[in-house]
């Protein structure tokens, strides 16, 4: 096996001038060198992206953000390639650079996307949705009007293990197979189908035990395309690992939004209208979704669990000189900027109504007689009980007493706050009449085979990355049939192997492919049914069910297990039925599901120095009916984590000159055992009215809800100060600005000329 290494771009707006790869050529062990020209020769220069753009594999005219791939060095081993690298003379003409929206459409601002035919300016998309007429008419008629202004800032997934790649082309069979972290094997499989003109039956794309999705691992990587076209040009296999500079610099960076809201309110609280705006810093290429196709993924959740009878929305994206941002990390692309963004609204909105910020929910909540309630912005949400769990919250945390305690601590100089947020939020895409991933309909699908000795195997199309799909996968089928799920071998990730699916994200696995694993178990018992009553010697009608067993109905003794079934598939099926036990099933959700929750977190500010602690954190999440309540746990405890990481300590940002700072892992930080709160959870179940056992998607629910519930309670300890707004992470210098003499504390990037 070879190995590849990335030389990447120092500066983050440059033109290409030259480019001599000839003393990296000499490197003994070196064997191939691929640059921006040998790509274009192959047609592989650029790439599409998810959302109809273009993005370089290799820069062949110029640089657009810092640590862009330059070239692409294979050689015997990756210290060679790294050393070899570094012998690559590239000369640079360096332009001005663009760090945010506002640079972007200043007045003079260079055009960064000079390669798109017909791009007169740094703009990639305007949007809008809504009724503007009836919103501004709300508006007139409004007591009172609300605002906040802030930005959610750049994130990064940070999965322990990096992206990574094996190539291998095989020229004697023409097959090549394609080791790769990806959370979407099968849509690449595709991808690389119709790019290289080669059928589907001549690439195999096999998705191993990944270490951590979260969004990153939906991309296509430039590093990803050079070795597999190193490996098809050379014969060999070529593996390329990314290292952790590599992916914090250059990898799949989420949010960095500008947000504007108002929300139209009666003197009594009730919301009469909301109008929004996003301002989105996309970076040098467009990937992350096209509103205009993907509606879930631009901020037409942003009403959340509250009834707006009419709103307005405005986005506006833009090109910059930074790595391509706005992936779905642990979202649906930009459904956890809009309901961070809601409930920080919401809390502010309470403040300026001198409202408790639970009680102005309360009234403003979609209540459950509302369902199913059409939001203003076109979503159909179908279920849930919101009030059920704000209470919960409540008398959990002991919200009535910790008031109290919190007005007598301020008259001893101590700082405690309480922050709420609670929402819903559309997961599980499809439906295929509304979504798809470059055409392709989004669906997801299941194939069950059950063995004559009754033990299963079930293929799926989504792509676990370490949310147990194994366990609770298996835990359906044996639901569904009473085969024990220690008899299920659960297979994903490996488009030989499994059905087409659309992958693993936006907590879409159990609503879609969940989904179809309850349907093949259902069509395996209808068939199993057959065979009891061809073994019980009486008509189908006479037979009944109970887990894992057929009976007569009139004689309950008289029965056969699913395993005699399985048997007789094979071994004694009736007359003219088709041998076998196995079958498949293509779901496509009518509606996504949509899971909620109410987080609510106090905390205690030291005022010397604007240091929070986490005193409790009570989380109450509804995902419909649970299959595996350990499991959901988990995804909680991994979700508020993340949530605590981007509100506390999480900061990556770029200098003017388009540096990226914090891209290592002593400054962009993770939390561990140490820092990470304690997490009181409780449940509340309404099932999803759809899905066939009622389940909604739980992965993404804390990671999209919990950033606004811990900036809130930041807030709440010092509001009596004035303080509107801290623009994440709080870091304890922001806070401790906050408490001295600033009401908003921005986090907006550095302007030209602010150092
Ligand atoms: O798509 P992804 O697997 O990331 O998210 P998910 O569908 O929300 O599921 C995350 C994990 O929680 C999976 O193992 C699910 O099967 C499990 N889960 C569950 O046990 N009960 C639910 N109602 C939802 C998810």
């Known amino acids: 096996m070879l190995h590849g290494e990335l030389l990447r771009s120092p500066l983050a707006h440059a033109r290409l001038i030259s480019l001599d790869y000839s003393r990296a050529w000499m490197v003994p062990g070196v064997h191939l060198v691929i640059t921006g020209d040998f790509a274009a020769q192959h047609n592989l220069a650029w790439m599409p992206t998810l959302s109809y753009d273009t993005q370089a594999v290799l820069v062949t005219d110029k640089v657009r953000f810092q640590g862009q791939e330059v070239a692409f060095v294979v050689a015997d081993d990756p210290y060679i390639a790294k050393d070899a690298c570094e012998l690559i003379d590239v000369e640079y003409e360096p332009l001005p650079v663009i760090v945010n929206p506002m640079q972007a459409v200043a007045p003079g601002a260079p055009l960064i996307r000079d390669d798109k035919e017909g791009q007169k300016d740094n703009i990639c998309y305007t949007w809008n949705v809504g009724d503007k007429e009836g919103t501004d008419r709300a508006f007139a008629k409004a007591d009172k009007i609300s605002k906040l202004d802030l930005f959610y800032p750049r994130s990064n997934p940070c999965p322990i293990e990096c992206c990574g790649c094996i190539g291998d082309y095989k020229p004697e069979t023409e097959k090549l197979t394609i080791y790769l972290t990806t959370q979407a094997p099968h849509i690449i499989r595709t991808a690389v189908a119709i790019v290289a003109e080669l059928p589907e039956h001549k690439i195999r794309v096999i998705s191993p035990d990944l270490g951590g ?40 960076f989420a949010r960095d939004m500008y947000l504007h809201g108002e929300l139209a309110l009666t003197n009594e609280g009730k919301i009469i209208g909301a109008r929004y705006h996003a301002d989105t810093d996309n970076g040098g290429f467009f990937s992350d979704a096209q509103p205009t196709k993907f509606k879930i993924g631009l901020y037409h959740s942003v009403t959340g669990a509250y009834d707006i009878p009419v709103g307005y929305l405005t986005a506006q994206g833009h090109y910059t000189n930074k790595a391509p941002g706005g992936v779905a990390y642990r979202c649906s692309f930009r459904i956890t900027e809009a309901l961070f963004f809601q409930e920080r609204l919401i809390q502010n909105a309470a403040y300026d109504m001198g409202m408790d910020p639970t009680e102005f929910r309360r009234l403003n909540f979609v209540k459950p007689d509302m369902f199913p309630y059409r939001t203003c912005f076109g979503f159909l949400m179908d279920s849930g009980d919101y009030e059920a769990a704000l209470d919960i919250a409540m008398e959990q945390i002991g919200y009535h007493a910790f008031l109290k305690e919190k007005e007598s601590a301020r008259n001893s100089g101590r700082l405690l706050g309480l922050g709420t947020s609670c929402f819903t939020e559309p997961v599980g895409a499809g439906n295929s009449r509304e979504y798809d991933i470059i055409g392709i309909k989004m669906f997801d699908s299941a194939e069950l085979r059950v063995h004559p000795t009754g033990k299963a195997v079930l293929k799926i199309g989504s792509k676990t990355q370490g949310q147990g799909h194994e366990t609770t ?87 056969v297990s699913i395993q005699q079934c399985a048997m007789a598939a094979y071994t004694n099926m009736p007359d003219g039925m088709e041998p076998g036990l196995e079958n498949n099933a293509y779901y496509d959700p009518p509606n996504m599901t949509w899971p909620s929750a109410t987080y609510m977190i106090a905390v ?122 801290i623009d994440m992470p709080c870091l304890s210098g922001r806070v401790w600005e906050a408490i001295h003499y600033r009401k908003d504390v921005s986090g907006y990037p550095p302007l030209p000329g602010q150092d």
């Open 473 to 559: 996968f298996a835990q359906i089928v044996a639901h569904e049939t009473g085969i024990p799920a220690r008899d299920i071998l659960v297979q994903h990730g490996d488009t030989d192997n499994t059905p087409f699916g659309m992958g693993t994200y936006a907590s879409r696995s159990t609503p879609t492919a969940g989904a179809a694993t309850a349907m093949v178990s259902r069509k395996i018992r209808a068939k199993a049914k057959k065979l009891a009553a061809h073994l019980l010697e009486v008509s189908e009608e006479d037979i009944e069910w109970e887990l894992g067993r057929f009976y007569v109905g009139s004689a309950p003794d008289r029965g």
């Open 213 to 252: 999705g979260f969004g990153n691992k939906v991309p296509v990587y430039p590093g990803y395309v050079c070795a597999v076209l190193a490996s098809v040009v050379i014969g060999r296999p070529v593996k390329w690992i990314e290292d952790n500079t590599g992916n914090l610099i250059s990898t799949g």
């Open 604 to 725: 205690e500010i030291d005022p010397e120095t604007g240091v929070w602690d986490v005193l409790r954190l009570v989380a109450v999440d509804d995902c419909g009916v649970r299959i595996n309540p350990m499991i959901v746990e988990g995804q909680i405890h991994g979700g508020m984590i993340e949530a605590y990481a981007m509100s506390n300590m999480q900061f990556i940002t770029y200098d003017k000159d388009g540096n990226c700072i914090g891209a290592n892992y002593m400054d962009y930080l993770l939390p561990t055992a140490w820092e990470a709160p304690h997490m009181e959870t409780f449940e509340v179940v309404t099932p999803s009215p759809h899905h066939p056992i009622g389940c909604k998607g739980i992965g993404e629910s804390c990671a999209v809800g919990g950033p606004a519930a811990f900036v809130n309670a930041v807030i709440d300890a010092i509001e009596h100060l004035g303080v509107r707004n």
